[in-house]
């Protein structure tokens, strides 16, 4: 069964301290989709990034970075000098490849950046 | 600037009623979805479609159904709401994962149900 697990229930940190929420999955599949969304207050989920089962290079967008490991079911979300504009809900999902167009959510990590 | 849309953001209803949240997508999407979230428990799927006047159920599907009579309409039918169904309600599409690199989920801003 395919599961993503964030342990992490809720963050908080002063403003310009790194960040790390942590994403770990669960799937018997060998191809297979990560994703990170961001939920601000206003409710919309934000697509962030998206990485494949084949491609654990890291990947560094601005103040964002990922770090996908496949040899611990890991796909960590870091938030370098954090600001915040970051607080939000982050949600890690995970999708099997090619049987489903299925969407699997953890449960969220609720960040809160303090000035 | 491609979107989906929910008609309603707040919503109030009264137990028993039945209940009708409307999702609009103008991406030519094939699948759509329908999503709960609570607190401690994250996105959890109620229905999806995959193509017009086809569903299959998700996760939650219990007092829930939904209609998908055109590609870019997909509404979630709350028969005899309850209490228990209070939440946010959230809305997607996508186009089907065999095109990859277009594939990915555009959501609405959700609806927030009360059920009193």
């Known amino acids: 069964a395919q599961k993503v697990t964030q342990a992490q229930t809720e963050i908080s940190v002063v403003e310009k301290e790194d960040v790390t929420l942590d994403c770990v999955y669960e799937?018997?599949?060998?191809?297979?989709?990560l994703f990170w969304y961001k939920q601000p207050p206003s409710g919309e989920l934000v697509f962030l990034i998206r990485?494949?089962?084949?491609?654990?290079q890291n990947e560094i967008s601005g103040r964002y970075s990922w770090n996908f490991q496949k040899s611990t079911s890991s796909f960590n979300f870091t938030i370098t000098a954090s600001q915040v504009v970051d607080s939000a809900v982050y949600f890690c999902?995970?999708?099997?490849?090619?049987?489903?167009?299925?969407?699997?959510f953890g449960t969220g990590t609720r960040l809160q950046v303090f000035p | 600037d491609v979107k989906v849309t929910q008609s309603s953001r707040y919503l109030v209803k009264r137990t028993g009623e039945k209940v009708f949240l409307e999702c609009v997508q103008d991406?030519?999407?094939?699948?759509m979805f329908w999503y709960r979230q609570d607190p401690g428990l994250g996105l959890r799927l109620i229905y999806f479609?995959?193509?017009?006047?086809?569903?299959e159920k998700g996760d939650i599907p219990e007092g829930y159904s939904v209609s998908r009579e055109k590609k870019e309409r997909f509404s979630l039918i709350l028969e005899s709401a309850s209490t228990n169904q209070t939440s946010m309600y959230l809305c997607?599409?996508?186009?089907?994962?065999?095109?990859?690199?277009?594939?990915?989920?555009?959501f609405g801003s959700g609806t927030r149900l009360t059920v009193v």
């Open positions: 997607a599409s996508s186009l089907p994962i065999r095109y990859p690199r277009r594939w990915g989920y555009t």
């Open positions: 799937t018997r599949d060998t191809t297979y989709y």
């Open positions: 990485r494949n089962s084949f491609d654990e």
């Open positions: 999902a995970l999708i099997q490849s090619y049987n489903t167009d299925k969407l699997i």
């Open positions: 991406m030519d999407h094939e699948n």
């Open positions: 479609s995959y193509d017009v006047k086809m569903k």
